[in-house]
């Protein structure tokens, strides 16, 4: 029985639902001019009870998830839209319409904030090992060091070697926070707005260089094209430096919402 309402995300226009399969059982519920789409769904799948049961099931979290950008992303083709969080969930209309009606204000504001913008995402990863290689070429203080070395008797050297292992490591350090600040200032360029978001450890990332910049952009949509080709600038210019840019979107604009629910289930 469906008998909960899924919410996916609110525009200030009418939006165009006669898509036959991606939209099939959606609707609107209107209320000041705003409007909140949506879609009857079962208790069995999304109370709140076996809502957490099936965020444990990974399969399902991805379908779901992957369906609920999609039909965002869609609609967004040809309105601005606020999206909801993935697994936002009403008890009946008259809740969705009250939420339009208590935060109108904030709602207007949030959405001329990101008309006709999108989110993308920008991860910038380094292979130390690749970088180190190159440190001499990369820092003056490394080179300066290595001459030193080569100058020196045996057992100079030797305590020297030690000292620049130390420092092949700050100064690997300093490098990726300079071409992750370099990065970083290109999209910035860009962007109208940003977000930086923490740093992913390997483990997690499934790579085995360092994630060394995490950052959100919002973007019109006039500029995706030049998002796009800076990305593929920028990955050219420094690959052979060890580093690598992973950028995906657009994505609807969820980082860039201050507007926040009380409660999921209403």
């Not at 069995?44 to 009870?49: G, I, K």
């Not at 070395?149 to 490098?175: H, Q, V, Y």
């Not at 430096?241 to 507007?259: R, Y």
Request: net charge negative; charged share 30%.
């Amino acid at each position: 029985m469906n008998d909960l309402i899924y919410a996916y995300c609110l525009t200030n226009t009418p939006p165009d639902l006669n898509r036959e399969v991606e939209f099939k059982g959606l609707k609107c519920i209107e209320s000041g001019g705003f409007y909140t789409v949506v879609k009857m769904v079962s208790s069995d799948e999304f109370s709140e009870e076996n809502l957490k049961k099936n965020l444990s099931d990974l399969a399902w979290l991805d379908t779901n998830a992957r369906n609920h950008v999609l039909i965002i992303s869609l609609l967004m083709e040809d309105c601005t839209v606020i999206p909801f969080n993935f697994g936002t969930i009403y008890r009946s209309e008259e809740p969705v319409k009250k939420f339009m009606e208590d935060y109108s204000d904030s709602l207007v504001d949030n959405l001329l904030f990101v008309e006709w913008k999108e989110e993308w995402t920008v991860k910038i990863y380094c292979d130390r090992k690749v970088l180190i290689d190159q440190i001499d070429e990369l820092s003056e203080e490394a080179a300066k060091l290595e001459r030193e070395i080569m100058a020196s008797s045996p057992g100079r050297a030797f305590l020297m070697k030690r000292k620049k292992t130390d420092l092949i490591e700050n100064e690997a350090d300093r490098l990726c926070k300079v071409y992750g600040q370099e990065y970083f200032d290109e999209f910035k360029k860009l962007s109208d707005s940003f977000s930086l978001n923490n740093l992913v450890p390997k483990e997690f990332s499934e790579r085995s260089d360092d994630m060394i910049l995490n950052s959100t952009f919002l973007v019109g949509k006039d500029k995706a094209i030049d998002i796009v080709s800076t990305s593929d600038i920028l990955r050219k210019k420094n690959s052979g430096l060890g580093f690598d840019l992973e950028i995906t979107g657009p994505w609807p604009p969820f980082s860039f919402i201050t507007i926040k629910e009380k409660n999921n289930a209403r």
